[in-house]
């Protein structure tokens, strides 16, 4: 980085001095320059090196969570509870296992561990303060583009998720978008600042506030960045340990309403379960959400069993004989002419000649049992019965 005016340690120091809160450094060659050394460090019951918390942030393919890790017990200062030397142009292996991209767990670490290692972009190895807008803005570092001091004025912009707040002293993470011109609240994701390893800063429209008593100075965006971010966990109040949470679930972000999602940590990126066809189911807190069933089958009250019409109703051969009907049999062609009278016999009755009316019922021609007798064709008893089926039919015609 550009070398520091040699008159720049003092000035830096009595502003320091001055502030209500530490500030962090950057590469282990540069001063911790707008650091209070003599600041006592804060504890937190996460450790050194354990997780403070975790934000959802825009990465290249999609949303990815970023992890604060814990400078405890010198939180809040320029010293490192971790003795794992800071990193150069490489990341190094800090002593709880995670990579740390500069010294760890100051928060300029935390700042190009997202820059570095999430989008692959250059570090900027320069302590939290003017230094690293001023570095960020020079032409060593295209890819990044600052508003505010050393870089373009902030009228008509604003921060979006993923871009880099720098105070004087201090830098963070911004989790949320917030519109020029219109005031609102800046989510931040933080290290060596506090014990949750996240925070808030107001926006007046044109410029975010100061914080820890230390003057706002510019906002960095990567260029590649477009601030899409995507389902975000629960924070605060709205967090009941890792699980399954539904995305209409109150502090669920950019998540739909119907979908499970499976959340790991607090701000979290949220992970899709499943889409729930028939809506999710919010469960008590310390309980999985859950899809809810499906509604049973409705039942279909239309169809009864048997309850159509009586057995053999359609059977034309018993419906007469069933029902002791005589009329039911007046429709059958053997018996029409036999057992009532019907239209087979209208036109013998009326005196129609016989030839080429076909024989209704049980009437049999005379010539044929004439024929069939003296033939020898029948035994006799056969031809009296035929000889007075045939008589009783020609009484009924006479009649």
Request: proline share 9%.
């Amino acid at each position: 980085m550009p070398p520091r005016p040699p008159q720049s340690r003092p000035i830096l120091m009595l502003l320091a001095a001055a502030a209500f809160w530490p500030a962090c450094g950057g590469d282990p060659q540069e001063f911790e320059s707008e650091a209070q050394p003599l600041q006592q460090g804060y504890t937190c019951a996460a450790g050194c090196g354990g997780a403070l918390g975790s934000a959802a942030l825009p990465g290249p393919h999609g949303a990815v969570t970023l992890t604060a890790w814990s400078n405890s017990p010198t939180l809040g200062t320029v010293n490192d509870c971790d003795p794992t030397a800071c990193a150069g142009n490489s990341p190094v292996t800090a002593r709880n296992g995670q990579p740390a991209y500069g010294c760890p767990w100051q928060c300029v670490e935390l700042v190009n561990r997202y820059f570095q290692g999430t989008w692959g972009a250059a570090k900027i190895p320069a302590d939290a303060g003017a230094a690293f807008c001023q570095l960020a803005a020079s032409n060593s570092m295209p890819q990044y583009w600052v508003y505010g001091q050393y870089g373009v004025s902030t009228s008509g912009h604003a921060p979006m998720a993923g871009d880099v707040l720098v105070w004087a002293g201090h830098v963070a993470i911004a989790t949320n978008s917030v519109s020029s011109g219109a005031a609102g609240t800046i989510g931040l994701i933080e290290q060596n600042a506090t014990c949750s390893g996240a925070d808030t800063v107001a926006w007046s429209g044109s410029m975010f506030g100061a914080k820890y008593g230390l003057g706002a100075l510019c906002w960095v965006h990567l260029l590649a960045n477009t601030g899409a971010t995507g389902p975000t966990c629960p924070t605060g109040g709205n967090w009941h340990l890792a699980g399954r949470y539904c995305g209409s679930e109150p502090g669920m972000q950019n998540a739909a309403g119907n979908t499970l999602y499976s959340c790991s940590a607090a701000g979290a990126a949220a992970s899709v379960v499943q889409a729930c066809s028939d809506g999710c189911q919010q469960m008590p807190a310390g309980q999985d959400d859950r899809c809810a069933s499906p509604p049973p089958p409705p039942v279909d009250a239309g169809v009864a069993p048997d309850a159509g019409a009586p057995a053999d109703a359609g059977a034309p051969e018993d419906a007469g004989l069933d029902a002791g009907d005589p009329a039911a049999d007046a429709g059958t062609s053997e018996d029409a002419g036999f057992d009532a009278g019907g239209e087979a016999d209208a036109g013998i009755d009326a005196g129609a000649p016989d030839s080429g009316t076909r024989v209704a019922g049980h009437e049999v021609p005379p010539a044929a049992v004439s024929a069939g007798c003296a033939s020898g064709g029948a035994g006799w008893t056969s031809c009296f019965a035929l000889l007075a089926l045939a008589t009783g039919a020609r009484r009924r015609r006479r009649a």
